[in-house]
């Protein structure tokens, strides 16, 4: 293959009428493109690698983000199967609230770096005020403060969160999983949770689709 090359360019060398000048141009030019060629590789694979560290970036930030909410929904949902309010239990709920409140400075620069998104921290500060309201919701709960009142409390949370963030699948959700407790107050907060965890589910899963495509 290199012979055959080699008599070519010595072939068309030999018709110019300045062979050494017709050389010099075609040996200058396929340098040329040989440069531009490495460089456009490299250009390439340094692209490649810096999109792949973001991948890793991003998927990294929507675990970890949904790992902080998912343990709280969690512990919310055992302690109400178990009717498990005790000071103990809130203690534990207060101390995993926390990072979500304490995460929301570096949720709202991660999703502006990595997602692009202004939209995906002002949902989960809905998501991070509405766990909040619900557990400080639970110790009136156990101290058997007035039904009535605590029942209007979480209608009006749970209509401002299916205002503030509708989302269709939460009737058909909460249909799938019928109430299984007996208690009307931790019927309602389970409800409320529920919608809250369709709502962090939708949250994680939207950019993870659109990202791993």
């Known amino acids: 293959?290199?012979?055959?090359?080699?008599?070519?360019?010595?072939?068309?060398?030999?018709?110019?009428?300045?062979?050494?000048?017709?050389?010099?141009d075609q040996l200058f030019n396929t340098l040329v493109t040989l440069g531009l060629g490495t460089l456009i590789v490299n250009w390439l694979k340094t692209r490649w690698r810096r999109e792949e560290k973001k991948l890793d970036k991003t998927l990294e930030f929507l675990e970890s983000t949904?790992?902080?909410?998912?343990?709280?929904l969690s512990l919310i949902f055992n302690s109400l199967i178990t009717h498990n309010l005790s000071d103990e239990r809130l203690a534990e709920l207060r101390a995993l609230r926390r990072p979500v409140f304490e995460k929301r400075f570096s949720v709202r620069l991660g999703a502006e770096a990595l997602l692009g998104s202004q939209g995906f921290s002002g949902k989960y500060d809905i998501l991070a005020n509405q766990l909040f309201s619900l557990i400080e919701l639970l110790p009136r709960k156990?101290?058997?403060?007035?039904?009535?009142?605590?029942?209007?409390?979480?209608?009006?949370?749970?209509a401002e969160l299916a205002e503030e963030w509708p989302l269709e699948s939460v009737a058909s959700a909460v249909h799938r999983h019928p109430q299984v407790l007996d208690d009307e107050v931790l019927a309602e907060v389970q409800r409320w949770a529920r919608m809250i965890w369709e709502r962090a589910l939708d949250l994680i899963s939207g950019p993870l689709k659109r990202e791993i495509g």
């Open 1 to 24: 293959m290199i012979e055959e090359l080699s008599l070519a360019v010595l072939t068309a060398a030999a018709g110019a009428a300045d062979p050494r000048a017709w050389y010099d």
């Open 66 to 72: 949904g790992d902080r909410l998912n343990h709280l």
């Open 142 to 158: 156990a101290k058997g403060e007035d039904e009535a009142a605590v029942l209007a409390e979480i209608g009006r949370k749970t």
